[in-house]
């Protein structure tokens, strides 16, 4: 037992949980715990704005498996950081988010910068602590980050009034917190996975959809060791990208609203599904009613609440889906079945992805979305960390960047919060600063969050930004030109700013790229520099993105490109 | 389809909040809600009754029970469970005969009366939601000025 004050045990609770960078923005009402992060060994990586350190702390929480940290002031520190606390949310990334709050006994009052982020943030957290003493400051330290990291992760909250960070106390550090209303884990369901086996033998015409919970829970091995085993073809949501290498034989590639003419086309004929990882978002299933029409469903998720939430299902197998996986090997390999690669389902499929792989139309002109993505992947080394922002650039990453090694590709896919690929491929870099990391930007999206490069820059974390620049706002112009007549508003972006000038403003590296050649070389720069590469390359603004499932409508309603 | 759900939760500030925001985030329904301080002063039992479909009754029980905040979310069988409300209603009762006929309805269903304010009596009924609502209807004609009711608490 030790006397400090609340700053104090804040940042030896983070210490112990091996916290080693925050990323933040102080303000009055965290003083207190930024005069004791000074103090600290813990690294402060300052942001131009709360709403980065957020995706900052998430894309770190994403690549390490580990929460990432960020801190905000109280008022519109706290509500700048709400957007990149849903959106981990959303796609299920492990965060702790430090606001200050005005004194307990302001509360209440509309006092200067308070807000309620407690009731604001409540829909979008896993959970959020308001402690009203010092004592209760490590217990809720460490309670957060288990809630963070266990089970499917999410970020949690902690909103500390400033007077409790000032107070002094006697504070002693738990080493095991209790928590009777959360049970993260469960044991590995035998009965229902021979269930799921047994189905998944009897179908004629059987595929893996593998979501993002095959990448969180790293089960990559345990996946592809199945579908080689059974003779499986594999196809991923977009959140799943990464969890199976796409240059594989029996990769197919995202399904979706974007996803590849031949995993659409192939997901239309299957008789059974195992669906790994996956909450059925309405962007990878099209219609939930068409999705689910002659097709038997083996649904395995840590998170209970998922099963039967949008698709119905025949098996489900609830808990870790690496646990899971490994036994089902396991009892795949005593029943000594091989389903030879001659199968004429598997034969089908191949013929399927051969005809698509060759026939798909592609944008004319030498700097097509395709042409540029596929000299990225030519470039740039497999093991690298991809980043995305949100808009078509991020689509056409999804369908013409494979993601070879496993958990090599993030994006935020369940909010679609534009802004988030710049900040969140910072945080990629902090977690693994041993890889080139890179994102894959559209402009609109980069103007969100751009003054990022700041960060990059002072705080030497060089990151490269593939700024795919079709001057506008690209997938609302799509919409327009396809749903709207043409009738084109709030789009266009009018070659503003300047890439080049705007990333040299902030001392980082500015390279604009017209050709293949110049790109390819460009990306070598990038990969060589110190500082971050900016590298701008302009398209022709009316290029779309197909296939396209339009919303509201089944896969089997896919535009092609004409 | 009607359904009740007995919810123990820890006795703690703001869970009320998370429970009824959570049925409003996803869309559900509450029919009727009631909280109290159980015999273990460290947990609440809250009684929400909905309405749904079997599918949304059943994901309704799934996100209650993945909230950190609850400690045991239970769906009730109506037949092997006691579930009763309070129901108050103050009807207007002007001439003696009124109160007579007033009396007699309270005596069938098992409901205390009360004296009101000048011109009214207070009905006390403690019964199942359907047998307050004939209740209601049978009083109706009477002129109910005011009413308030508990929300079903079950076991």
Sequence with gaps: MEIMNGGKALMKALEKEGVKEVFGLPGGANLPMYDELFKSNIRHILVRHEQSAAHMADGFGRVSRKPGVCFATSGPGATNLLTGIATAQADSAPMVAVTGQVPVNMIGRDAFQESDIIGMSNPSVKYAFQPRAVEEIPEVVKKGFYIAETGRPGPVLLDIPKDVQQNEAKVTFPDEVRMPGYHPWTDVDMVNIERAIDLLLSSEKPIILAGGGTIISSAFAELQSIAEMLMIPVVTTFKGKGSFPENHALSLGPIGMHGHAEANKIMTEVDCVLAIGTRFSDRSVGTFEEFERNLKIIHMDVDPAEIGKNQTTQVAVVGDVKASLRVMLKLLAKKALKKSDGNNWLKHVNEVKDYWRENLKLHPGEMSAAKILRKLREVLPKESIVTTEVGQHQMW?????????????????????????????????????????????????????????????????????????????????????????????????????????????????????????????????????????????????????????????????????? | MWAILSIRVENKPGILFKVTNLFRARNFNIDSISVGVMENPEFSKMTITTVGTEKQIAQIVKQLDKMIDTIEVKRLDEKKSVYKELALFRIKSNVESDSTEISKLANTYGAKIHNGQEGSLIAELTSTPDKIKAFEESIKPFGILDSARTGVTAL
């Excluded at chain 1, 994102?439 to 490269?464: C, H, K, Q, R, Y």
């Excluded at chain 1, 799509?478 to 972006?493: C, N, V």
């Excluded at chain 1, 590469?533 to 499932?549: A, G, Q, S």
């Design chain 1, 397 to 562: 990453a999804s369908l013409f960047f494979d993601a070879i090694h496993p958990g090599t590709f993030f994006s935020s896919t369940g909010l679609g919060t534009m802004g988030w690929g710049f900040p969140a491929a910072i945080g990629a870099k902090v977690a693994r600063p041993d890889v080139a990391v890179v994102d894959i930007a559209g402009d609109g999206s980069f103007n969100m969050t751009e003054n990022s490069l700041a960060t990059s820059v002072l705080e030497d974390i060089p990151v490269i930004v593939f700024l795919i620049n079709n001057f506008s706002l690209g997938m609302v112009a799509q919409w327009q030109r396809t749903f709207y007549d043409r009738r084109m508003i709030g789009i266009d972006l009018k070659k503003c700013p300047d890439y080049v000038k705007l990333a040299e403003s902030y001392g980082a590296q500015g390279i604009r790229a017209q050709s293949l050649d110049e790109l390819g070389k460009a990306v070598k720069v990038g990969l060589n520099s110190d500082v971050a590469t900016v590298i701008d390359i302009p398209i022709d603004p009316e290029e779309d993105v197909l296939p396209f499932v339009a919303p509201g409508t089944s896969l089997k309603d896919m535009i092609l490109p004409s």
